[in-house]
């Protein structure tokens, strides 16, 4: 008799998932290398019988919208960023790097949630569940204390097993549980060890299972790779509502968030926050903070105005061009791309013979903000030329603009309204790319226009290229 055929063996990646039935270098799904490994025998896929359905499908027009209504969270600036507040039923994902204040920031969420308007929240009192599965009840509590977070209706549980979390939820009844992180929490039901793509993945349906059936809002914490994606599967970030990332410099008080999925609200908005030993309060007006105050220009310094998301932020751009002592100049970067800074410094040396062969070069920007966008070329290369030439720019000028490979200066986005903020602080002098005070059909914007009427008075300047944009420049009063 022949034998029958057994299953061949099956290969999951460690990063989303992804099975194939022979292994491979590279996964198929996410592209990532090194991840497949050998995980359990495939099983022929099953036919699923049609059953019982929870609710009749109707209409569209008829759906009831009101339990999806968003409810502030107390905090502003996280407000600003989840499209108005949290959803009953929704559940988010918080990740950040490890001291980044991710713990500090839920726990205030969690104690105003948990307090009516007389304790600074928004909205009735309601039971809130905070389970923390990295630290012990104690040294959360000692947190509380610091921060203020100390409420009747906090409630507070040191966990790592997925059914007892799902008994305390029965206990407590909460309208908003934080889970501290994910990455802690496993269950007996399947194989594996906390962490693992097999246990998050159970862990995560069996937490958003519970939330969508009750109502409750769940927030996840996530740990984060050394490249700074979310760890674990990328199924996860697909099964949550929101994602969103904390962000911030270790040494620095400012923290920032973002969404890059939110189906309740935008994905371009941005929240600032101010981390202290007494707690994190939002920054509704955060450009001070990269800037530096000073009378007298000095060279090597030039200010720009970035758009995080809808929200321009004028930041100061620094440069320190030196003599070296070493065959190969150093180029020190922090708060901005590196391969963004070598390139504006083959174009400031090839277009406007600005050498800088011989010479070490830094670059930095104030506050701890990271600048990623194109926007920030001009200010980068004002700023290395002024410091190269050792001459200083006004203390009065800001510019903006994408310096091309071959000495052009491109247009940017949301010129008006980085121009509007940088009026507002006091600037009175720009240099902006040439086609950027023009509207959609190419028509020039008038002076009285309502968009224009925020920086009225302030002179903007139009240039070509970046040796146009460095005359321009030096000689503003």
Known sequence: MAKAKTAKAAYRCSECGWQTSKWVGRCGECQTWGTVTEAASATPARVVSAGPVSAPAKPIGQVDVRSAQTRPTGLDELDRVLGGGIVPGAVLLLAGEPGIGKSTLLLEVAALASTGPEGNGAGPAKNVLYVTGEESAEQVRLRADRVGAITDRLYLAAETELSAILGHIDTVEPTLLVVDSIQTIGTSEVDGAPGGVTQ??????????????????????????????????????????????????????????????????????????????????????????????????????????????????????????????????????????????????????????????????????????????????????????????????????????????????????????????????????????????????????????PQLSSYEGMKVMEVDSLKQALQVAFTAP
Not at 217 to 234: F, Q
Not at 358 to 372: F, H, K
Not at 400 to 418: C, I, K, S, T
């Open 200 to 449: 998050i993945r159970e862990v995560a349906a069996n937490l958003i299972r519970v939330a969508k059936e009750r109502g409750i809002t769940v927030v996840l914490v996530g740990h984060v790779t050394k490249e700074g994606a979310i760890a674990g599967p990328r199924l996860l970030e697909h099964l949550v509502d929101v994602v969103l990332y904390f962000e911030g410099d270790r040494h620095s008080r400012l923290r920032m968030i973002r969404a890059v999925k939110n189906r309740y609200g935008p994905t371009d908005e941005l929240g600032c926050f101010d981390l202290s030993e007494v707690g994190i309060v939002g920054l509704p007006d955060p450009s001070g903070l990269f800037l530096t105050r000073r009378d007298e220009a000095v060279p090597g310094t030039c200010v720009t105005v970035t758009l995080e998301g809808r929200r321009p932020l004028v930041a100061e751009v620094q440069s320190l061009v030196a003599k070296s002592h070493l065959p190969a100049p150093r180029r020190a970067t922090s708060g901005l791309d590196t391969s963004r800074v070598a390139m504006v410094l083959a174009v400031l040396a090839q277009r406007c013979k600005i050498s800088m062969h011989e010479q070490d070069v830094y670059v930095s920007t104030v506050g701890g903000v990271r600048l990623n966008e194109t926007s920030v070329d001009l200010a980068l290369a004002l700023a290395v030329a002024g410091s190269t030439v050792e001459q200083a720019l006004s203390t009065s000028l800001i510019a903006l603009g994408e310096v091309g490979l071959a000495g052009e200066v491109r247009v940017v986005p949301g010129v008006q309204r980085r121009l509007a903020e940088a009026a507002r602080l006091g600037f009175k002098h720009a240099v902006v790319p040439r086609g950027s005070l023009e509207l959609a059909d190419g028509s020039p914007l008038k002076r009285a226009d």
